[in-house]
């Protein structure tokens, strides 16, 4: 005599074609790529600030960047709509909305501008 499946949930779970080592593509496949670099208007990096992914769509999430020396990020997200914020000591806050497609990489290089509303003369 056959086990018995108390539901279809559970035949779905354990006849599934994506269960097991399969699952691992199917994840990257449901992601897409954010990557970039900040720098200032002359090209040098910038790795110290606030950079924060923020999205409402479906469920709400804030997602931290980290950057390496050279002002550069890369992360992996699901499909939907994103804006990026960006601020550091002595440049122009910068924003950007964005979209994130399943295994399409977006790729920003952005540019920070001075604030000369910071610079003070003594």
């Not at 074609?17 to 970039?36: E, I, K, N, W």
């Not at 890369?74 to 806050?93: E, N």
């Amino acid at each position: 005599m056959g086990r018995r499946i108390a539901s279809h949930e559970d035949y779905n779970l354990h006849h599934s074609p994506f269960r097991g080592s399969d699952t691992g593509l199917l994840a990257q496949a449901a992601t897409g790529t954010l990557q970039g670099r900040i720098s200032d208007s002359l090209g040098a990096a910038i790795s110290r600030g606030f950079f924060l992914v923020h999205s409402e769509e479906r469920d709400k999430l804030d997602q931290q960047l980290t950057l390496n020396e050279n002002g550069e990020f890369h992360i992996q997200l699901a499909p939907r709509l994103y804006d990026l914020f960006v601020g550091s000591v002595g440049f122009v806050p910068y924003a950007k909305e964005f979209r994130i497609e399943a295994g399409k990489p977006v790729a920003l290089k952005i540019k920070l501008q001075v604030d000369m509303a910071s610079i003070t003369e003594d």
